[in-house]
């Protein structure tokens, strides 16, 4: 099975877009595989609203490690598997909690086993630093796409073009992970590379 991983920095909407696109493609229940570092591997099914409930959070880094869910992606009459792996945030600085540093690290490592890389980040926010990083390495890869994430909100969707010629020749979707706005562009894409 092929891996999408989901990267970006903290609360860019990383784990609504994972959960949300998995029940858009048809899942009502997910079962999602946690891998925290240093530590066994363990599984929990839940229904949509409950991972969202327990999954996602205003708070920075409230994903600490890798975790991840199988979608099936439609590719002609069959569907494919993918796995979709949601991610620890990226920052710039060194963070002081170890468990943090040692997520981002995880996340990091993950790029290079990565199929498809969905780059979630804020079109209202400057791409620098760690994104600028992300966005320079995602443009040598053929599986790579920005997702403009939050584009519900007004001040985000004009700055949309702006990415568009910053990210170029890497493609850019505009999204909303709440809204599930652009999601059809994105199974596009991902079935697209099946």
Known sequence: MKEALVIGRPN???TLFTLNFAE???????????????????TRVYSVPQA?????????????GLQSVVIKVPRGKSLR???????????????????IRMAMADTLREVADAAFILHLVDPAEEVVGVDLD??????TQEGYVVLANKIDLPERAGKAP??????????????SALTREGFREV????????
């Open 24 to 42: 858009f493609l048809g899942q009502h229940r997910v079962e999602v595989m946690f891998r925290p570092r240093g530590a066994a591997s363990y």
């Open 81 to 99: 598997k993918v796995v979709l792996t949601d991610s620890t945030g990226l920052t710039d600085d060194i963070h002081p909690a170890s468990t």
């Open 162 to 175: 702006d990415l568009v010629r910053q990210a170029a020749p890497a493609p850019v979707i505009p999204v």
């Open 12 to 14: 860019v909407g990383k």
């Open 187 to 194: 199974r596009g894409f991902v079935r697209r590379r099946l």
């Open 134 to 139: 992300i966005l320079r390495y995602g443009q």
């Open 52 to 64: 969202r409930a327990e999954l996602v959070d205003d708070s920075p880094h409230r994903t600490l």
